[in-house]
Nanobody, 119 residues
Framework: QVQLVESGGGLVQAGDSLRLSCAASGRTVRGYDMAWYRQAPGKERRFVARISWSGGSGGNTYYADPVKGRFTISRDNAKNTVFLQMNSLKPEDTATYYC?????????WGQGTQVTVSS
């Protein structure tokens, strides 16, 4: 069993930055891709970013078009943690952000952290 706990959300103004963290516990996430999704009120959950596994703390990264060039996903395998650095935030980035892992053909989701961007 894997538990994912997000943190770092908050209320910011347009143009500000936030850094989200997702700490995994229960088992290591080494060897597995990690991702962030978000869900705005009244809308479906959507992909934001994904980072693949590599031997070090890096990995190939993939982003949804709306966040390319503004968001950066990274991971610290020693700390079993994945991050999402969000810069130049826009009001349309307002959503609950969820951490996701697909481990052993089972989906794991965190409880979400709220990000609100005011104009």
């Amino acid at each position: 069993q894997v538990q994912l706990v997000e943190s770092g959300g908050g209320l910011v103004q347009a143009g500000d930055s936030l850094r989200l963290s997702c700490a995994a516990s229960g088992r290591t996430v080494r060897g597995y891709d990690m991702a962030w999704y978000r869900q705005a009120p009244g809308k479906e959950r959507r992909f934001v970013a994904r980072i693949s596994w590599s031997g070090g703390s890096g990995g190939n990264t993939y982003y949804a078009d709306p966040v390319k060039g503004r968001f950066t996903i990274s991971r610290d395998n020693a700390k079993n943690t994945v991050f999402l650095q969000m810069n130049s935030l826009k009001p349309e980035d307002t959503a609950t952000y969820y951490c996701y892992a697909d481990i052993g053909l089972q989906d794991y989701w965190g409880q979400g952290t709220q990000v609100t961007v005011s104009s």
